[in-house]
């Protein structure tokens, strides 16, 4: 079993900081008395890895050709919402008892 410390495992995922592997939630073995000293496993290192990997699909390449000439939607309209119409407000008055199925006609 080959165990590591914190600072190789960064050099090994290429981070800056042995802080940021810490805080990356792979399992580690605290080695000797007290607090002792934190050393992570090649194994869960490899796992963490595995865990996150993504593979690039046809359906994402399409969706990124079609995001790249894009602007932005502004379909949706913005602020508040369209105001309820005279059917809604009777509906919600009467306790929507017309019809049973929950549709405002």
Known sequence: MNVLTAKQVAEQLQLRSDRTVKRLG??????????????????????????RLQYRGLDEKKEEKKKRGRTQDRSRPLGVPSLLSRAHLQALR????????GSIN
């Open 94 to 101: 009467m306790g929507n008892t017309g019809g049973g199925k």
């Open 26 to 51: 792979i399992p580690f073995v605290r080695v000797g008395n007290g607090r002792g000293v934190i050393r992570y496993r090649q194994e869960d290192v490899d796992a963490y890895i595995n865990l």
